[in-house]
């Protein structure tokens, strides 16, 4: 069986989702959003689409021919995802706005949240962190 190229598994992911959920074609708009871990914002960012997005970063983390699959932020997402009895990700609409807006919005948010996975804010680059996934360490 040939295996899809990361874009066309993006696509029929995002396809999938469009079937199964009648609210998905509101995502397909421009927005600011974050990913929370266990309703921790963990990463804050922006898209004209924001449903291509969604899956595109799921993708990144789950299909081991992404060229960002092995880059900290897809494993730390990869871990939390193979253990759905410790972690609970969500994706978030924080606000949908014009296109114009995004860098701004999303800058704003960044540096309200400083999220964890973020590795440019406002205060400058920093190092991917991980502290939501500290609950593996007790196990």
Known sequence: MEQLKPYDM???MKQEYKEKYAEAAQLEQPGVYAITVNSQIVYVGQSTDMLHRMISHKANAIYPLSKKYNRPMYVALRTAIEHPDLFEIKFLVLEYC?????????SQYIGQYMPELNTITPRG???VTTHFLDKLENL
Do not use: F
């Open 125 to 127: 680059r920093k190092a």
């Open 98 to 106: 014009d296109k114009q807006e995004l860098k701004v919005k999303e």
């Open 10 to 12: 993006v696509l029929k």
